[in-house]
């Protein structure tokens, strides 16, 4: 069998810079922004959102994951220096465009980077 042309997803890694830093702290906010991101993409949540706060020094903060019925969102925040970075993957298309846009929106972010790459 052939595997070498089966498509089995996307996956995208969004970089923002210079976000709120009240939103980044807020694990409240962090669920909305779930919530959101996944109706904006059309991706059914599976199961709970689970926001956790952990890590030492420069490293404590928030970190995110939510699975979907295509795969997950996850996200990592550093409120130290206003940043996130939230990767989408799905077997499901979706524009990772609009994707990077809502989160910037989200958090107020100045500037953003995405890759995306196509899964085989």
């Known amino acids: 069998m052939n595997h070498k042309n089966w498509w089995w997803g996307q996956s995208s890694s969004i970089d923002l810079y210079e976000c709120d830093k009240r939103l980044l702290k807020d694990p409240n906010a962090i669920r909305k922004f779930t919530r959101d991101l996944c109706k ?18 420069k490293l404590e903060g928030y970190s995110m994951m939510q699975f979907i019925e295509t795969s997950s969102v996850i996200a990592h ?3 130290k220096a206003d940043r996130a970075f939230i990767d989408v993957f799905s077997c499901k298309t979706y ?6 846009e809502f ?10 980077k995405i890759k995306t790459l196509t899964r085989k």
């Open 95 to 100: 524009e990772p465009k609009e994707a990077a």
């Open 103 to 112: 989160c910037k929106n989200f958090f107020k972010a100045k500037n953003f």
């Open 40 to 57: 904006v993409l059309k991706m059914k949540r599976y199961g709970p959102t689970l926001v956790e706060r952990f890590g030492e020094g």
């Open 77 to 79: 925040f550093d409120e």
